[in-house]
Structures are given as structure tokens and as C-alpha cells.
């Protein structure tokens, strides 16, 4: 078995997480309530200067790299190579990493649900447009 990673594939897939994390959290989807709920305001995020981003980027890229991987093996497991495959592979990481993770952190930390909704229907988004992107490079 060879698993291959398409490392453009991988770049593509991190500047959509970039700009699904760009969207999902501006002033017209839900960064407003985002805010609200988390009680971090644009002066607070300010003086955190790029530090925030920087993180995002390089989690972007790990977790690009990893799917494009796991979409890789799975393709060779199940000598399937489409795109819709591919969604489902990201659905499947997502659901049985990032959901389940950020439910289980949330609940302990008391933090309210709808914070909880946000945060995992970004990564939702996240997942599958790098699934997405992954998928379209086989």
C-alpha cells in the first residue's frame, strides 16, 4: 500500500480552511454571537495581533495533511476514489474527532450550547471543504 499525498492538493485545502475560518466568524455569520457567548471582544482580539491566525494556519495545514492521508488510505481500502467518498471520509474524521472533542470539552467547561453549534458546525464546514478540495485532486 502507498499512500499518496498530493501536497497541492494539501495547499489548496488549507487556504479553504482559511477562508472558511475567515467567513464562519465575521461580523455578518456568526462572529457577532460568537463574541457574545465567548465574551471576546474586537479590542481583545486585537491585542492578541496575529498569534490567533498564525495558530489557525498551522492547525489548517496538520489537519490537511492528516486528511489527505486518511482519504488516501481509505481510497486504497475501499478502491473508491470519488468525491463523494471523499466527503465522506472528512465527515467521518470530523465526526469522530472534532465533533465528539469539542462536545466532550465544552460540557465539562460549562460552556453554553449554542457556542458548542457554532464551534462544530465551523469545523463541520472545515472538514468538508478540505475534503472537498482533497477530493478533487485524485
Same mark, same amino acid.
Given at each position: 500500500?502507498?499512500?499518496?499525498?498530493?501536497?497541492? !492538493?494539501?495547499?489548496? #485545502?488549507? =487556504?479553504?480552511?482559511?477562508?472558511?475560518?475567515?467567513?464562519?466568524? &465575521?461580523?455578518? /455569520? %456568526?462572529?457577532?454571537?460568537?463574541?457574545?457567548?465567548?465574551?471576546?471582544?474586537?479590542?481583545?482580539?486585537?491585542?492578541?495581533?496575529?498569534?490567533?491566525?498564525?495558530?489557525?494556519?498551522?492547525?489548517?495545514?496538520?489537519? !490537511?495533511?492528516?486528511? #489527505?492521508? =486518511?482519504?488516501?488510505?481509505?481510497?486504497?481500502?475501499?478502491?473508491? &476514489?470519488?468525491? /463523494? %467518498?471523499?466527503?465522506?471520509?472528512?465527515?467521518?474524521?470530523?465526526?469522530?474527532?472534532?465533533?465528539?472533542?469539542?462536545?466532550?470539552?465544552?460540557?465539562?467547561?460549562?460552556?453554553?450550547?449554542?457556542?458548542?453549534?457554532?464551534?462544530?458546525?465551523?469545523?463541520? =464546514?472545515?472538514?468538508?471543504?478540505?475534503?472537498?478540495?482533497?477530493?478533487?485532486?485524485?
Amino acid at each position: 500500500m502507498e499512500i499518496e499525498i498530493n501536497w497541492l !492538493a494539501v495547499l489548496s #485545502a488549507t =487556504v479553504a480552511g482559511m477562508i472558511c475560518a475567515g467567513l464562519w466568524y &465575521t461580523k455578518s /455569520l %456568526f462572529g457577532p454571537t460568537w463574541r457574545q457567548l465567548t465574551g471576546i471582544s474586537e479590542t481583545d482580539s486585537q491585542k492578541s495581533g496575529n498569534t490567533p491566525m498564525i495558530i489557525v494556519l498551522f492547525a489548517n495545514i496538520i489537519t !490537511a495533511i492528516v486528511l #489527505a492521508g =486518511v482519504i488516501s488510505i481509505s481510497r486504497i481500502a475501499f478502491d473508491n &476514489t470519488s468525491i /463523494l %467518498f471523499s466527503l465522506f471520509v472528512g465527515f467521518l474524521v470530523w465526526l469522530a474527532f472534532s465533533a465528539t472533542t469539542l462536545i466532550t470539552h465544552n460540557a465539562f467547561e460549562q460552556k453554553p450550547s449554542k457556542l458548542t453549534w457554532i464551534n462544530i458546525g465551523y469545523q463541520l =464546514v472545515l472538514f468538508l471543504s478540505m475534503a472537498l478540495v482533497i477530493g478533487l485532486f485524485r
